[in-house]
C-alpha cells in the first residue's frame, strides 16, 4: 500500500449509545479507500457496533443512538437528509451467520439490482448476476443450479453468495461481520481468498476474533478495548510491534 | 455390593412407591386425554347417529292430472293467472286416487297427510308455470312424501307405540307400506336438503340460503379482517415506536382476541344497526360484526408469525439498500405467508362457527330466497341449526343434525388444513 | 341511483390504476434517458425511486384524493342528473389534475418511494387505530344505553339485588309489575356454570397438556393433538345442540337412577358440556407455558434422580404456576362469555342456587333473552341487556388483561 | 413485488367495501329522495323484499305463508321474529323503505305504539286479524288431565294472594301444592314452566288467565271496581319463590322437562301443544279442554287473537304486499281447513273473516 491512498471513512468522535449505556466512547479513525481493514478486540469491545455505523444498521436497533460524525467521501452518513437506504446500497454488508434468502440463487444475487432498478433488460440483469457470482468465486460450482434455494448451498457457499449478492449492487465498502466463525478451515480459506482478490476493487472492513486472519487478510487493524480505540495502525506493525501494552496483552493472548 | 442408603431396604420400598407414583400420574394423563377424546367420540357419533338419515328421503312417484277443470276452467294460459290456481285440488285427486275405496271426509284428510301437501302443489305449480301447456296433460313425477311418512319410514316413529300417541295412524301406515309396496314410495337422496332455502316443513327445509348467506359473511368479514388483522401486526411488528400508545393498542388487540362474542353482537346492534341505522339482518352487517370478531385473531398470528422469521433475512436486505419497507414486504412478509395464512383460516373458521353475535343484529329471519348481495337479508348455518334445533316436529332434530355434519365437515377441513399447514411450517424450521 | 356509487367506485380504480400505469412508464422513460444520458451505468444515487414507486406515488395521491371527491359527494347529498354529472366530472378532473401534477414531479431527485412508504405506514397505522376503535366502540355502545338503565333502576340495586326478575311491564301502558333487576343470581349462575366447567376443563385440560408434552410418543401426539383441537373447532351451538339433545337427558337419567330428580336444563349438563368445550383452550395454552419451561431445569432435577412425575410436579408445575394461572383465568374468561351452549342448554330461570343440579341462568343468556324478546326497545327489560353486558365486558377485560400480563411476564422470564 | 401488489390490492378491496358499507345507510336515504322509480328504489334498499317482523307467535304462520306466497307469486318474503313490542318498535320508526312492511302481534296494538307510528309519519295502518291462539297449561301425556278453575290458576302463581275470599288482606303465596288450593286436584306440587318476562305469551297469560282468576276472588272484584291499578298490581304479579320457572318459548327442552317431570305443568301457545300432543296434554281451565273446537267457538277462557299490521303506504312500493296479506286472508290460508291451521292456527268465524279480507282488500286504515 502506497501513502497516496485516499481516506475513505473520516470518524471524529463517534459515540454510539442503546439507551442510556454508552457502547463506544469517542472513535477517531480514517479508513483508507482500498484494502482490508481489521477491527478486533476481546467480545463486547465494540467494534461491530462500530462497524454497523458505517451502513447506519444501527438505525435498525430500538433505543440506538450514534452521535459524532462520520464521513464517507467528505459526505456526512449521518445527515438527516441522507436516505440511508442509499447508503446501504454503497456500503455492502456480510453476516456472521450467512442469511441467504430463501429463494433461489438467482434471485438472491438479482435481488439488490432489482430494487435499486440497476437494470433494464433480463440479459443485463443475467449478465450482472453471473458477474457477481464469477467475483464471489461461486460461478462454477452453482451456474447448473442457479434456480435452486440458494439456503440449500454449504455454509461456506452460503457466505460467498451472501458476499455476491452484495457486489451485485456496485458497492464502494464492503463490510464483513465475523464472516468467517461459521465456516470450516476449508471454506474460510476460499473466503479469505476471495477477500484477497476484492480489495483491489473495494474497501472491506472485517471484524475477526482470529488473530492469524487479521494478520493474513488486512492492510490495516484497529485495536478496540471496552468500547475505546487503543491502537490503529498498519498490520503487521500491529503484530509485531504494537504500541500500546493492552493490544500486546491481547495479541499475545494475556487478555480477551 | 455393600448397601448404600440408595439400595437399602427403605429405599427400595420406597422407590416402588415412587414407581407406582409415576405409573398413576402417567395414567392420569392417559384418562385425560382418553377422556377428551371420549367426549369427541360421543359428540361425532351421537351428531352423525342422528343426522345420517337425513341425507336420504322418502319420495313419492305418482301420475298427475293437471286436469283443465281445475287449473283453467276460463280456458286460460297465461302462466300469471295459472300460478295461483287450485293445485291443491290436483295433489288431492292423485292421492285419493291410490286408495279409491277411501270416501270419508276424515280418511280422506288422512291420506292426503301423506305427502308433503307444499312439496307436491308447489312443485306442480312452478312445472305448469313454464309451461302452461301441460294443462290437460297428466305428468309423472317424483314429490317428497310428508316428514310424518318419511320419519315413519325411517323408523323414528314407532309402530308398536300407542296409536293415541303417534302422530301417525294405524290407517296411514297401512297406507304407506301399502304404498311402498307398490313400488309409489321410494327412498332417495335428499337433494332438497342442499338445493332448498329455508321451510317451514321439514320435508322441503335446505341449507341452501343459510350455506351462501355464511358465504357472504365470511367473505365480507375476510375482506375486512384480513387487511385489517395483517396490518396492524405489521404496524406493531415493524413500525411502531415502542411507547404508551402502541403498548394500548396491543393490550386492546390481545384482549378483544378474548372478549365475548356477544359483546361484538351487543356493540353491532348499538352502532350498526341503532346509530349507523344500517339494516337488520344483512350479511354486511353481519361480516362487518364477525371482522372486528376475528381481526385479533389474525394480528395474533400474524405478529408470531413475523416474529418467527430469523431477523438476518431483513438485515441481509436492508444491507443491500432495501429500506425498511421493502424489507418488510418483499422478504419478511412472503416468508411469514403460511402463518399468516394458518390464523387466517382458523379465523375464518371462528367466524363460521359463531352464533350468538349474528342473534344480536337480526340474522335469525326466515328467508325464502337464497341471498343474492350482501344487501339482501339472509341467515347463516350455524343460526339455521339454532333456529331449527328449537322447532318442535320431529323431523327436524334428524334436519339439524344433517346441518351440524355439513358444518363440521366443512369446519373440521378448514381446521386440519390449518393445522396441517402449521405442521409443515414447524418441520420446515 | 342506487347503483351510482358503486360505478364512481369503478371510477376511482380506474383513474386508480391508470395514474399508476401512466405515471410509472413516464418515469420508467425519463430514468431510461437519464441512463442514456450517463453512458449506460448509472449510480444508485443518482435516481432515488424506482419507475413503479412514482407509479405508486401517483396512485395513492389519485385515490385519496377522488375518494375524498366521492365522500363529499356522498354528504352533500345532491339529487338529480344535474347533481351526478357534477360528481362525475368532479371526479374525473380531480383525479387527471392529481396524474398530471404527480407526473410533473418524476425526477430522479423526487423521493416517490420515501412518501409512498410514508402513505404505507399511515395506512397501518390507521388499520391498527381499529382495534382501540373496537375497543371504543364496544365501550361506548354499552355505557350509552347501560346509563339509560341506570337512571331507571339504581346502579346498587342492579349490582347487588338478590332477585332477578325483571317482571316490569312490557309496555309503557301496562300497569308495572315488581319488576327486580338484582343481577346477583345471574352472576352467580354463570359462576356456577363456570365452576362446573373449569372442574372438567381444568384438570383434564392440564393433565393432557402435561401427557402431551412430557410423556407422548411422536405418533399418539400426531394424532392426538389434532383430535383435541378439532374439539375446539366445533361452534357452540352444535354444543349447545348436543346438551340439549343428548347430555342433558342422559344428566337427567344419570341421576334419577341415583334417585335424585333434576330438571332437563340444569347447570350441570351446560357445565360440562361446556367443559368439554374449553379443554382443548386449557391444554394449549397450558402446553405452550410448560413448554417454554427450560429443559435445564428438567435436567437438573432428573440428575438429582427424581422421576419424571416428581419433576413434573415439583418442578416444572411450579415454574409453569404463573403462566398456569393466567391460562386457567383465560379459560374462565371465556366460559364466562359463553353464549349458545348455556343459552340452549342452561335454562332462564334466575335461581340464587349452588346445587348444581338446578337450573341456572347466565349472563348471557338474559342478554340474549330479553333482546331477542317481545318487550319494547326502550324498556329497562332490554336496557338491562346492557348493563349485564357492560360487567360482562368489565369482568372479562380484568380476567384478560391480568391473565396475559401474567403470561407475558412469565415468557419473557424465560 | 407480487406480496406489495396482492397487499396493496387488498388494501384498495378493503377500503372499497368499507366504504361501501359505510354508505348503505346514507345511500338509501338519498336513494328515496331521488329516483323517481319508487320500485326500484325498494330493489335496492330491501332487495325488493317485503319485511316482515313481530311476534314470535305469529311467526310460524308467517313463515307458512311467506313460503307459500313465494311459491305461488315468486315475492320473496323476509320473516324476523322480534318479539311483538319490537315488531311495533321497528314498525312504527318511521315510514320509508328501510323500515318493515307488515308487524305481527299476539296482541293488538297499544295506543302508545299507535301514537308512535303517527309521531314517526306512518300514515295509515291496516289492522288485520288473523285467528286465534289459545294458551295451555300442559303436563305429559301420561299424567292424569287437571281439572282447573281460572282462580286455582291464579292462586297457584300469584305471588300474593288474599287470605280469603272475603279478606283481602294480602299474604305470600302459601301454596305448594295443587291439592291445598281445590282438593280435586292432584297432589302434585307446584311447578309451572312459563315464558320469561320478556315474552308476549306470558303478557297474555297475565292478563288474561291471571286476571281472569283474580277476578273470581269476591273481594279483589270489589277491589278492581275501585283501583284499577291496585287490583292490576295484584293480579299480574308471577310468584317468584321458585314455583313459577322463567323457560324458553316454544321449545323443545320444555316439552322434554314436562315429559321428564310428570307433575309440573308447563305454559305456551296451543299451537306448541297442537305439534307435540303426542308427548304433552292440556289442562282443562273451567270445563273447557284447550281443543281446537273449543277455542274457535270461544268457549276456551283463555284465548287471544293474533293480528298484523300493514303499512299502507308501502302498498304500490313494496311489490306483492297487499297480495301478501291477501294470501294470508285467504281461506285456502286462514279458513278452516286452510293451511294455517295444520300448523295450529284457530280461525276466525266465517263473519269475522269475511269482514277482515274486505279490510285487507280495500286497505281500510284502522285508528285508535
Known sequence: MTDTINTKFTCRDVRVHYGDFEALHGIDIDIPDRGVTAFIGPSGCGKSTFLRTFNRMNDTIDGCRVSGKIHMDGQDIYDPNLDPVLLRAQVGMVFQKPNPFPKSIYDNVAYGPRIHGLTSSKAELDALVEKSL????????????????????????????????????????????????????????????????????????????????AARVSDKTAFFYMGDLIEFDDTDKIFTNPGNTRTQDYITGRTG | MTETAFTSKAALKRLKKRRGTEWRFRMWGRAAVLFALAALAWLMISIVGTGYT???????????????????????????????????????????????????????????????????????????????????KTVTITVPASDQIDQL???????????????????????????????????????????????????????????????????????????????????????APKNKFTDFIEININNLAAVPSIVFGLLGLAVFLNFMGMPRSIPLVGGMVLALRVFPTITIATRSALQGVSPSIVDGALSLGASHTQAVFQQKLPLAGPGILTGSIIGMAQALGETAPLLMIGMVAFVTEVPNSVTEPATALPVQIFLWSDSAERAWAERTSAAIIVLLVVLITMNGFAIWLRNRLEQRR | MGQIPIYMMLLIAVLTIGGFVYNRSAALEKFRAARAAAGGRMAPTAWHSQASYHGYFTAWIVGLSTLAIFIIGLFIKGSGTGFNVAWLVATILTGLAAIILTGRKVSGQFRARTYVERFIQGFLILLSVIAVLTTLGIIASLLFESLRFFKEVPFMDFL?????????????????????????????????????????????????????????????????????????????????????????PFVRGFAESLGFSVPTQSALAAGVVMGVMIIPFVSSLSSDVINAVPQTLRDGSYALGATESETMKKVVFTAALPGIIGAFMLAISRAIGETMIVYMAAGKAANLTANPFEAVTTVTVQIVALLTGDSDFDSPKTLVAFALGLVLFIITLLLNVVALTVVRRYRAKY | MTMKTLILGAASAALLVACGGGDTAAVKEKAAETVKDAAKVAQTATGGDIRVVGSSTVYPFSTKVAQEFKNKTGFNVVVESTGSGGGHKLFCSG??????????SSRRQKKSEFDNCVKNGVQGVVEVKIGFDGIVLANAVDSP??????????????????TSDTDCTLRANPYTSWSEINPALPDFKIEAYGPPPTSGTRDAFVEIAMEGGAKKVDCLAALRKEDKKAFANIAHTLREDGKWIDAGENDNALVQTLVNTPTAVGVFGYSFLDQNADKIKGANIDGTAPEFENIAAGDYPVARSLYFYIKKDHVGQTPGLQEFALEFTSDAAAGPGGYLEEIGLVPLPDAERAAVRTAVENLSTYSQ
Open chain 2, 153 to 239: 319410514l325411517k323408523g323414528y316413529i314407532k309402530r308398536d307405540t300407542d296409536e293415541s300417541r303417534r302422530k301417525v295412524s294405524n290407517q296411514q301406515i297401512a297406507w304407506a307400506d301399502t304404498l311402498k309396496e307398490r313400488g309409489v314410495i321410494k327412498k332417495k337422496f335428499n337433494k332438497i336438503l342442499f338445493m332448498n332455502p329455508d321451510s317451514r316443513d321439514p320435508e322441503l327445509a335446505g341449507i341452501a340460503s343459510a350455506v351462501v348467506g355464511s358465504i357472504m359473511i365470511l367473505v365480507v368479514a375476510f375482506v375486512l379482517a384480513f387487511p385489517i388483522g395483517v396490518g396492524s401486526a405489521i404496524y406493531l411488528d415493524e413500525f
Open chain 1, 134 to 213: 464469477r467475483r464471489a468465486g461461486l460461478w462454477e460450482e452453482v451456474k447448473d443450479r442457479l434456480k435452486l434455494s440458494g439456503t440449500g448451498l454449504s455454509g461456506g457457499q452460503q457466505q460467498r453468495l451472501v458476499i455476491a449478492r452484495a457486489i451485485a449492487v456496485s458497492p464502494e465498502v464492503i463490510l464483513m461481520d465475523e464472516p468467517a466463525s461459521a465456516l470450516d478451515p476449508i471454506a474460510t480459506a476460499k473466503l479469505e481468498a476471495l477477500i484477497e482478490e476484492l480489495k483491489e476493487r473495494y474497501c472491506i472492513i472485517i471484524v475477526t476474533h482470529s488473530m492469524a486472519q
Open chain 3, 160 to 248: 347487588f339485588g338478590l332477585q332477578w326478575s325483571p317482571q316490569t311491564a312490557l309496555r309503557t301502558d301496562q300497569v308495572g309489575q315488581s319488576g327486580s333487576f338484582g343481577a346477583i343470581p345471574v352472576f352467580a349462575g354463570t359462576f356456577l356454570i363456570m365452576l362446573v366447567a373449569m372442574a372438567i376443563a381444568g384438570p383434564v385440560g392440564l393433565m393432557i397438556a402435561i401427557y402431551l408434552t412430557e410423556y407422548a410418543s411422536g405418533a399418539v401426539k400426531k394424532w392426538v393433538k389434532p383430535a383435541i383441537e378439532i374439539l375446539a373447532g366445533v361452534p357452540t351451538v352444535v354444543y349447545g345442540f348436543f346438551a340439549l339433545l343428548t347430555f342433558a
Open chain 4, 95 to 104: 315510514a320509508d323503505q328501510s323500515t318493515p312492511d307488515i308487524t305481527n
Open chain 2, 54 to 136: 337425513a341425507f336420504q328421503q322418502n319420495f313419492m312417484t305418482m301420475d298427475f292430472e293437471l286436469s283443465e277443470s281445475i287449473l283453467a276452467p276460463d280456458g286460460t294460459r297465461d302462466p300469471e293467472k295459472l300460478r295461483g290456481a287450485n293445485y291443491r285440488r290436483v295433489v288431492q285427486n292423485t292421492m285419493y286416487s291410490q286408495f279409491p275405496e277411501v270416501t270419508k271426509r276424515k280418511d280422506k284428510q288422512a291420506l292426503f297427510a301423506l305427502v308433503s301437501a307444499s312439496g307436491a302443489t308447489n312443485q306442480i305449480r312452478q312445472m305448469v308455470y313454464k309451461n302452461p301447456n301441460l294443462v290437460g
Open chain 4, 145 to 162: 288431565v287437571m281439572n282447573m278453575s281460572l282462580k286455582d290458576v291464579y292462586m297457584a302463581f300469584a305471588k300474593e294472594v288474599p
